[in-house]
């Protein structure tokens, strides 16, 4: 049976959990498959076309069945959910988010879950301004903390799971720098938690880009489509 380009994706995206992005090479990918270099260029033509196939595998990961909020339930719960399912997609995955971040998503699904979620912030009452800015310091925070946490090993104990709660773990000479070695020892477990920085991220964005304004969701319940400004 003829290899697919999502078939080959998937088989990238298992070898790079295994040597990372650095260490993924067409040819690397090609001995994987037992097929010929050739017969690799033929679905894609170079590596940057497979690492946007290998991001839009993940984007659908991300955002598979994702919908319109319940009746009952508030835009930053929502919000909340939509944050976590990003960066469980990447964090799925070896350099996760390096791939997000090197690949050109503007043909994936990605910009689909964004106008969803624009949708869902205007529903509750944002202006146009606020929405896109709100939905970008989301992106951004998550991606930006994502990268920190693949970068560093340290962050993340072996074995642990993404949510798991554990005491934040800070590289510093406590005789040098007492207050800072004081203070990370006092942190409450569970600081750096993914569902503790999705709260960081949302207290942050409700604050600042929103403007310390909740709108009441009556406008959402009642189906009213609030126009862009």
Known sequence: MPLQRESVAC???????????DGLTMRRLAAGLDIQNQSLYWHFTNKQELINCMAELMIADAFAGLQHPEQSQDWAEWLATFARRFRTAMLAHRDGARILAEADVSFS??????????????????????????????????????????????SRLDGEDENSSHTLKLPVDGERF????????RIPAGCSSADALVGVALNTLERSVLNLRRPRCS??????VRPVK
């Open 11 to 21: 088989a990238a995206l298992h070898s790079l959990d295994e040597v990372g992005l």
């Open 109 to 154: 699904n990605f910009f689909e879950g964004i106008e969803l979620a624009l949708d869902v912030l205007q529903r509750a009452g944002f202006d146009g301004r606020r929405a896109i800015a709100g939905m970008t310091t989301v992106i951004h925070y998550v991606l930006g903390n994502t990268f920190e946490t693949q970068a560093d090993p340290s």
């Open 178 to 185: 007492p207050r800072i070695a004081a203070l990370a020892d």
């Open 219 to 224: 406008a959402w319940r009642a189906g009213e």
